[in-house]
């Protein structure tokens, strides 16, 4: 990708060295939704008890098959104190984890899908405890950039405004850092939806434009926080 002075990751003093990444899942034999809180439950007295640096977690179940996981774990750490997270993890909690809990989910900790974020806009109010999230991974058709990004977006809402709907409730932009192919794209447009009909209008909204200057897949999720 042909490199430009950015303006999508300018707010980097605002939110630090911010990243976020994904672990993929696969459920085991004994998953349920009762298990699964149980599952949860377990895993935030763990990271408490660990002092493990984790602002927050989500759980990202897939609203149509995925032959790449079950579902994905969000997580958010400062950047300063992942690696230290993971080397610790692997090393002295991991395996006993899995023989404990690998029935319910497992973790596939060799393909985490990692990214630094930058916020766009401001963060609507919406339940945490079940919401729609969209990735669209993005490349730049040939000739166009981040400037081209940015005149979108304005568009974007201009549009949303004029046709009197919501919108996403958050949109990030995610930069790729790490090599799994899922991270091959220029970059990832995230945006979550209180509604599925919010959800529904705005990608709708998003698929008749974007492709002007974007190749593009997608993918939704129901999304819970589940720390």
């Not at 995610?174 to 447009?189: G, M, Q």
């Not at 945006?191 to 593009?216: A, M, Q, R």
Request: charged fraction near 35%.
């Amino acid at each position: 990708m042909e490199k430009v002075d950015s303006e999508i990751w300018k707010n980097d003093d605002e939110w630090g060295d911010w990243m976020v990444e994904f672990v993929p899942c696969k459920k085991g034999p004994n998953f349920s939704d009762e298990n699964f809180k149980d599952f949860t439950e377990r895993w935030n007295e763990k990271i408490d008890k660990e002092n493990f640096d984790i602002l927050m977690a989500v759980s990202l179940l897939p609203r149509s098959s995925n032959h790449n996981y079950d579902m994905l774990w969000q997580q958010e750490l400062w950047t300063k104190d992942r690696d230290k997270f993971w080397k610790d993890w692997k090393e002295n909690h991991e395996i006993k984890w899995n023989d404990e809990n690998g029935s319910v989910l497992l973790f596939d900790t060799d393909n985490i899908l990692e990214y630094k974020a930058s916020i766009r806009g401001k963060i609507l109010p919406f339940d945490e405890r079940m919401y729609f999230q969209e990735f669209r991974y993005c490349n730049y058709k040939e000739g166009f950039n981040e400037s081209d990004l940015l005149a979108f977006e304005k568009r974007h809402h201009k549009k949303i405004k004029q046709l009197d709907i919501m919108g996403s409730c958050l949109s990030a932009l995610l930069k790729p850092l790490s090599e799994d192919t899922k991270n091959t794209f220029d970059f990832v447009w995230h945006n979550c939806f209180d509604t599925l009909e919010n959800h529904n209008s705005t990608i709708e909204l998003l698929n008749n434009s974007i492709g002007d200057f974007v190749t593009f897949e997608s993918i939704s999720h129901i999304g819970r926080k589940i720390r």
